[in-house]
Structures are given as C-alpha cells and as structure tokens.
C-alpha cells in the first residue's frame, strides 16, 4: 500500500465539471479522531466502504501520510454511530482532464454551497492541465479539509 | 465479527500465575484516539497486528463495542509512529482456568509493576472459577483502562 498521499486542492468556479463526470457516488463519511495529527475517517462511497487514518501534512500542505483499507459497509455502519458529531454528506464527481483524474465533492446538508476539487499527483511538481472550472487552489487552507468542515460547517462559516 | 465485548478486570495478587500460563507474547499499543467514547488502538502482539475501534462501556462498565482487524505487521509500525505519546509495553501470558482463558498484563516502562488480569465472558451474569492469585474486580475503574494507562502511567499514581 502507498503510504504518502499527494494531492492539490481547488475551488470550483461553476458545475459544468457535471457534465464531463465518468462516475459520481454519494458519500457518507464521519470521524473517529479529527485531531489533524492523526484523523481516523469512516466513509461510505456508494457500494463500497472504507477505514482511512492520516498524518499531519507536511510544509507544502501537499504530502500526507495515509493508510486505507476496505471494510464490509455493515460495519461501517456501526462505526459511523461511534463517530464524532458532524457526518459530512457529499456527492463525489469523478473527472478525466487529459492524465488526471479530478476528484469534485458537492457538499450537502450543513456544508450546502460548498465544491471542491482534488487532484492526486505522484509527485509535489508533478504537472497537470487546468480545466476551465477550476478555480483558486486552497491546498494549504486547512478550512478546507473534511475533519475540519465535520465540526465547522460552511453554514457557520 | 463479534462486535460487542463482555469482560472483566482484576487486580493480581502475585506472580504464580506465571507458571500456569500457556502462552505469553510482547505487546506494544499505541492510541490514535484516547477518547473513552471512540478509542482507535494499535497493537503489534508478537508476530500479529491488530487495528482496534472501541465505544464507551455501559452503566455495568462491562460491555463495550468493540472492532477489530488484524493488519500488515510493517503497516502497524507505522501507524505506531503516528500514535498520540505513550506507547504501551507489556507482556500477556494466558492461563486457562475452568472453562475460560485469563488474560494477564504485566506492564513494562512507565507502567512497571502494574499487573492486571482480564476475563472475555459470553454474558454479563456468566460465571467463572477465580483461581488463587485473582484479586480485586476493577471493572469499573477506568484507571485500568490502556488507553488511560498510556496518558496517565501507573509510575505517576
């Protein structure tokens, strides 16, 4: 398994990303630990259901520890009652843009109004075509990242 | 998988348990959560890993949710380097007695000379043979827990 994650983040200017979308699935995600040194995430995505924990990122905002393993979606169920309060519900877009692919979440519930696209790299200067939706990046604004919206809504914001 | 845990704990009055017990291995845990209500522990038990979710226990102190799956030895080093301070170290021997196995904990480091026995029951109105070296239930005392052990060593009592 990879262990590093490296990833840049975006905002979304309109959502004519939709119509270019290979793939869209909801999904269900809550927190064990949103402590940024160490988050320990349950999610749901469609079918399939996932345990993920991840590090600090490092000075780029980019690279991040990560471990993931696929879990049976019953059990993921239970542990999703045992999370901390604020389930984030979204639905993820999936984009091909020329080797890439984007991933875009439209945020429901508490965190309405809000998009975001995130593209993983193999590596920090990796480069990668823009599409014309794609707005300002906000990889290092830690606003941004789903343990962070689960206890401050961008209702709240 | 099981998903509830049913046991209790006692205090041990000396060593003769030692010579009783059938196996005995290293463990090494950490916590990625200490919260009582979602603790996330790691464990390396001799040549075996393990990833671990527990819920709070009931008014009873005896049941308590629990998750767990085994995982990659080398997976498990480094999500222990991740893991809030207070790494626990102590070794387990296992002795059957009756019809059930007692689980005893000698603590290493900064938990030194602390010695506790665990029993897994099928119910909370189970019975069990208590052999000679068993001392005061602690049940309910959440001192005992390992998660509090790892931010509270027995060294600072």
Redesign the interface.
Same mark, same amino acid.
């Given at each position: 398994?990879k262990?590093i994650e490296i990833e840049k983040k975006f905002m979304v200017l309109n959502d004519s990303f939709k119509a270019a979308a290979f793939t869209q699935n909801h999904i269900a995600q809550g927190y064990?630990?949103s402590?940024p040194?160490?988050t320990?995430r349950v999610r749901i995505k469609g079918e399939k259901s996932y345990?993920t !924990?991840k590090?600090l990122t490092n000075d780029t905002g980019m690279s991040r520890?990560e471990?993931e393993?696929e !879990?049976p979606v019953n059990?993921a169920k239970?542990?999703l009652l045992?999370?901390?309060k604020g389930i984030i519900d979204k639905t993820r877009f999936e984009i091909k843009v020329g080797n890439h692919i984007f991933e875009v979440d439209e945020f429901h519930g508490e965190n309405q109004g809000l998009i975001i696209a995130e593209i993983e790299l193999d590596s920090e200067t990796e480069t990668f075509e823009k599409p014309n939706w794609l707005g300002a990046e906000v990889t290092n604004d830690k606003r941004y990242y789903n343990s962070y919206l689960s206890n401050h809504p961008y209702k709240n914001w």
């Open positions: 398994m262990m064990l630990s402590v040194e160490r320990v345990l !924990i590090g520890f471990w393993k !879990i059990e239970k542990l045992l999370c901390e």
